[in-house]
Every structure is written in structure tokens, then in C-alpha cells.
């Protein structure tokens, strides 16, 4: 899938509501930086820098430079984001971290593009001149939990963990935000992917953190949750598969340790291992429960998904487009039709 180049800037509606949004930990050192950049681009948006019990007065150099300052108290990007999309009402939301690595340019752009196709989420994805900006572990990580997404899901972003993100407001309100930490990057592209929404994805530059800002991500912790979290969607979007393959590998088990029982049987007329046979037998029931099991939570799946439909079909849809619409050879569309 080739990388979409990020558009000329484009003219916004003045009408249109849009907010910033910046989950931050300790980024006192970046924070003041950030929110200058996204006010020279975006100066009809209202900035918001959602504090997470950060030790080294984050807060308040936000709101010296001009943010709208509000605390989360539980710890953990995921309960931040739960809390922005829960309190913060806009048309459109723009989401990036508080370290100044992201091209906040960048943000009239994405919006654009939004409008252009009425998509739900525009992702804009990394591309960094610079090696210290983006470490080489991450990078492999990066590629392998986006492969493991695409091959799970059949569809996936070139960045599922991106900061860098552009909401719709029906997307944004119609999102239950249920992870806790870093994983929420990759709920919520399984979000789209599973109600298959209209969604896009830019290059946009990345650039290396300040001086004095480190990076809040481990390598092996964060994703080893991810993966997990993936993994969970997966049983619980896909529990037909998830289970499938369970009942699958179980029962090719019980396949193999009975032919020898079944040749001996034909041969003799006589079934002397009982022990193997029972195994058999416990290994064939196991193999049904799950196929059985997966069957009724894919009817109880298939209605959640009804109802999360709904939700988000009781919110419009982004405003029309702008005078001067991203041409659409310019953007990586990543539209899914039912």
C-alpha cells in the first residue's frame, strides 16, 4: 500500500468546532512548544491539555501558554482518552501527544482531507528524518503488531500506534474506550475496522523529542500489552475464529492420538488402551464445546455490533467539505465497504 503525501494546507469553516486534544505525563520541557504549534495552525481551536498526575508542573505551563487545562487522576493514557472524548464536546477532534514530536502543520490538512470524504479518522502516520526520533525497537514492533492487526483483521493502518489522530465526532461518541494504558492506539483502529467506518491515513513528519523529554514508553512492557489487547479484540470480536481454531487444534490432536487406537481396533477387534481412549473422547467434547462456544458468542457479537452501529449512526456525520477539498490521489484511503 503506498504512502498518501501530506496536502497543501487547506481553508477551514470558521463555523466548524475543533478541538485539541493532549494526554500528557510529565512533559513540562515540551508541553508550552506543543500547544504554540497547534494554535499558530489551528488558532480557531480550542486547545485542551489533559494533565495525568504529572510531578513536574505539565499543568501549568500549559495554561501559561493557553491551554484549557483539566487533571485525570487514574493513571494511564487509555483513562485519559476515556475522559477527553467523555467531556469534551467539538465537531472535530485533533489528538496528538504532548512531547512536540508531531507536525502540528500538519492538523489543517488532516482535517481537510476528513471533510473531503466524509471519513471518521485520518491517522497521520510517521515518517521520521530523524534516527533518535523513532527507536529501532519500536519501529519492529511498530511493523509487527501491524502485520498481526492486517492478518487478524483483514485490514489494518501502515502506523496502528500513531498518536497523531483526527476524530469525527460520531466516531469520538460512539467509542467505548475500555484499555487502560499505550493499548489504546490499537483499540482504537479495531474500533473502525470492526464497524467498518470510512477512515484515511497521511505521512506526516515526526521529529525527535526535546531536549530534557523522555519518552514514556517501554519497548517490552507496552508491547506485550498491546499484543495482548490485540489478542483479546480478536476473541472478542472474532469468536467464531478464536475458537474455531481452538476446537480445531484440540481435535487434530485427538484425531492423531487415535489412529493407532482405531488400526489396533480393526486389527484384533480389541480396544486394550482405555486410558488413550478416554483422552480421545475428553479431547472430541472439548473440541465441540469450542466450536459450540464460538458459535453463540458470534450471535451475541454480531448484536453488539448492531447496537455500537447505532450509536454511532445517532450522531451526523462531518460537515461538508471545504471550498478546496484534498484531492483524493493525495490521500491513502482506507475505506472499508460492508
Same mark, same amino acid.
Given at each position: 500500500?503506498?504512502?498518501?503525501?501530506?496536502?497543501?494546507?487547506?481553508?477551514?469553516?470558521?463555523?466548524?468546532?475543533?478541538?485539541?486534544?493532549?494526554?500528557?505525563?510529565?512533559?513540562?520541557?515540551?508541553?508550552?512548544?506543543?500547544?504554540?504549534? #497547534?494554535?499558530?495552525?489551528?488558532?480557531?481551536?480550542?486547545?485542551?491539555? #489533559?494533565?495525568?498526575?504529572?510531578?513536574?508542573?505539565?499543568?501549568?505551563? =500549559?495554561?501559561?501558554?493557553? =491551554?484549557?487545562?483539566?487533571?485525570?487522576?487514574?493513571?494511564?493514557?487509555?483513562?485519559?482518552?476515556?475522559?477527553?472524548? =467523555?467531556?469534551?464536546?467539538?465537531?472535530?477532534?485533533?489528538?496528538?501527544?504532548?512531547?512536540?514530536?508531531?507536525?502540528?502543520?500538519?492538523?489543517?490538512?488532516?482535517?481537510?482531507?476528513?471533510?473531503?470524504?466524509?471519513?471518521?479518522?485520518?491517522?497521520?502516520?510517521?515518517?521520521?528524518?530523524?534516527?533518535?526520533?523513532?527507536?529501532?525497537?519500536?519501529?519492529?514492533?511498530?511493523?509487527?503488531?501491524?502485520?498481526?492487526?492486517?492478518?487478524?483483521?483483514?485490514?489494518?493502518?501502515?502506523?496502528?500506534?500513531?498518536?497523531?489522530?483526527?476524530?469525527?465526532?460520531? #466516531?469520538?461518541?460512539?467509542?467505548?474506550?475500555?484499555?487502560?494504558?499505550?493499548?489504546? @492506539?490499537? @483499540?482504537?483502529?479495531?474500533?473502525?475496522?470492526?464497524?467498518?467506518?470510512?477512515?484515511?491515513? *497521511?505521512?506526516?513528519?515526526?521529529?525527535?523529542?526535546? @531536549?530534557?523529554?523522555?519518552?514514556?514508553?517501554?519497548? #517490552?512492557?507496552?508491547?506485550?500489552?498491546?499484543?495482548?489487547?490485540? *489478542?483479546?479484540?480478536?476473541?472478542? @470480536?472474532?469468536?467464531?475464529?478464536?475458537?474455531?481454531?481452538?476446537?480445531?487444534?484440540?481435535? *487434530?490432536?485427538?484425531?492423531?492420538?487415535?489412529?493407532?487406537?482405531?488400526?489396533?481396533?480393526?486389527?484384533?477387534?480389541?480396544?486394550?488402551?482405555?486410558?488413550?481412549?478416554?483422552? *480421545?473422547?475428553?479431547?472430541?467434547?472439548?473440541?465441540?464445546?469450542?466450536?459450540?462456544?464460538?458459535?453463540?458468542?458470534?450471535?451475541?457479537?454480531?448484536?453488539?455490533?448492531?447496537?455500537?452501529?447505532?450509536?454511532?449512526? =445517532?450522531?451526523?456525520?462531518?460537515?461538508?467539505?471545504?471550498?478546496?477539498?484534498?484531492?483524493?490521489?493525495?490521500?491513502?484511503?482506507?475505506?472499508?465497504?460492508?
Amino acid at each position: 500500500m503506498a504512502d498518501a503525501q501530506l496536502p497543501l494546507r487547506q481553508n477551514l469553516p470558521d463555523t466548524l468546532r475543533i478541538a485539541v486534544l493532549l494526554p500528557c505525563y510529565n512533559e513540562a520541557a515540551a508541553i508550552g512548544e506543543t500547544v504554540a504549534q #497547534f494554535a499558530r495552525a489551528l488558532p480557531t481551536a480550542t486547545i485542551y491539555v #489533559f494533565d495525568n498526575n504529572s510531578s513536574d508542573g505539565t499543568g501549568d505551563v =500549559a495554561s501559561v501558554a493557553g =491551554a484549557v487545562v483539566r487533571r485525570v487522576r487514574q493513571q494511564g493514557k487509555g483513562h485519559v482518552v476515556r475522559r477527553m472524548f =467523555a467531556d469534551v464536546d467539538a465537531d472535530i477532534y485533533v489528538m496528538a501527544d504532548g512531547d512536540a514530536t508531531y507536525d502540528a502543520a500538519a492538523a489543517p490538512a488532516l482535517i481537510a482531507a476528513m471533510l473531503a470524504d466524509n471519513l471518521d479518522m485520518v491517522v497521520g502516520a510517521r515518517k521520521s528524518e530523524v534516527e533518535s526520533a523513532y527507536r529501532p525497537g519500536h519501529r519492529l514492533g511498530n511493523r509487527v503488531l501491524t502485520g498481526l492487526l492486517r492478518r487478524l483483521f483483514g485490514r489494518s493502518f501502515t502506523d496502528i500506534l500513531s498518536g497523531y489522530r483526527v476524530f469525527s465526532r460520531r #466516531f469520538v461518541k460512539s467509542f467505548p474506550v475500555l484499555s487502560a494504558g499505550f493499548e489504546i @492506539e490499537t @483499540e482504537m483502529s479495531v474500533h473502525a475496522l470492526e464497524l467498518r467506518m470510512p477512515v484515511g491515513e *497521511i505521512v506526516t513528519a515526526y521529529a525527535a523529542r526535546p @531536549e530534557g523529554s523522555q519518552s514514556k514508553l517501554s519497548t #517490552f512492557r507496552d508491547g506485550w500489552r498491546i499484543l495482548r489487547t490485540m *489478542i483479546q479484540l480478536y476473541r472478542v @470480536e472474532r469468536p467464531l475464529w478464536f475458537y474455531g481454531y481452538i476446537g480445531a487444534f484440540v481435535g *487434530i490432536i485427538g484425531v492423531i492420538l487415535g489412529i493407532p487406537v482405531i488400526v489396533t481396533y480393526l486389527e484384533t477387534h480389541l480396544v486394550p488402551r482405555f486410558p488413550t481412549v478416554i483422552a *480421545i473422547v475428553g479431547l472430541g467434547i472439548l473440541a465441540a464445546l469450542n466450536f459450540m462456544t464460538g458459535l453463540i458468542l458470534d450471535t451475541v457479537t454480531r448484536g453488539r455490533q448492531e447496537v455500537k452501529r447505532l450509536a454511532y449512526l =445517532a450522531h451526523r456525520a462531518p460537515m461538508p467539505p471545504p471550498a478546496t477539498p484534498v484531492r483524493p490521489s493525495e490521500v491513502n484511503d482506507l475505506s472499508i465497504t460492508p
